[in-house]
């Protein structure tokens, strides 16, 4: 068969460009989307932080204001500190309940299916919705949760009016509702465990917790990376729970940072101050994020 050199090239190319031209025609729709309702946005509100914009009559460029003014704002370093005691409980909970569901329920024992789809399902409810529920559960008098403690002959608390129960609350109530979903994601992740590496530890003497130290849980260290990610970056971004269920209260013990940007920007309408709050809460999931990427790949996984 005969070759034309010159005209092979240039038909390639001619299929080159066209491939090209299909992959920019079908990747311009979400491109377009992600910047008027992204870029845009982000960019939009950096200008903002740096103005007095009230939304009514003000927009006056004031320059490094409204960040002098967050340094000296003990609300705000309040909310943070809500949201780091609430990490510090969420987080790790949120792993081992859902490293220890997915473990069991990975099984192929009669049922499994069933109770996958029942730890799921509170995933499927929207957090407005589960909150309102939560919050007849959580009924001082009349609540479920102090009900089945009085048959054990405990007197329950008035979980959403105390300052040392408002939170465990909320921690409660988001705990129920995303282990289902990161369960779901480490049973994918014990999928991809290969089972020579446990045929290979029970030649050796191991038993099941060996199995699971040694190497179901040093496999899933990308799992447990992306799960433990996201966990952060939901704590920072607390809102809805604490909006329905206590409003910030008692004391502003349960009040997190995007509920005070929310009350700034939209109940008081100091939308260049509120601006210059999600932007410092924006860094701060940043650093946090990095510092989890840096821990996470701090030992790699056995391969």
């Known amino acids: 068969m005969e070759y034309r050199g010159g005209t092979q090239v240039t038909s390639v190319r001619r299929i080159e460009r066209h491939q090209a031209r299909t992959a920019y025609l079908f990747i311009t729709p979400t491109v377009l989307l992600f910047v008027v309702f992204t870029v845009i946005p982000v960019v939009m509100a950096l200008y903002l932080s740096f103005t007095n914009y009230d939304v009514l009559s003000r927009n006056d460029w004031i320059g490094f204001d409204n960040y002098r003014r967050l340094a000296e704002d003990d609300l705000l370093w309040k909310t943070f500190r809500n949201v780091f005691l609430y990490a510090v409980v969420f987080v790790p909970l949120n792993i081992l309940i859902s490293v220890l569901l997915a473990v069991l329920l990975s099984r192929a024992w009669r049922g499994v299916k069933l109770f996958r789809t029942l730890n799921y399902l509170p995933t499927l409810t929207s957090a407005v919705a589960a909150a309102t529920v939560w919050i007849w559960l959580l009924h001082p008098e009349f609540g479920a949760v102090n009900g089945l403690l009085s048959y054990v002959g405990i007197t329950g608390p008035a979980w959403l009016s105390e300052t040392r129960t408002a939170m465990l609350s909320i921690i409660m109530l988001t705990l129920w509702q995303s282990v289902g979903s990161n369960m779901i994601i480490y049973l994918a992740g014990l ?83 509120a601006s210059a709050q999600a932007f410092v809460l924006a860094m701060a999931i940043l650093i946090f994020s990095l510092i989890n990427m840096r821990i996470s790949k701090a030992e790699d996984p056995i391969v």
């Open 191 to 273: 999928q991809g465990v290969p089972d020579y590496l446990y045929e290979s530890a029970r030649l050796d003497g191991a038993n099941k917790f060996d199995c699971f130290r040694y190497i179901t849980w040093p496999q899933l260290r990308p799992t447990t990376f992306l799960v433990s990610t996201m966990s952060i970056i939901g704590a920072l971004q607390l809102f809805d729970q604490a909006f329905v269920l206590t409003q910030g209260g008692p004391a502003n013990m349960t009040k997190t940072p995007v509920y005070l940007i929310y009350q700034q920007g939209f109940n008081q309408l100091q939308m260049g101050y």
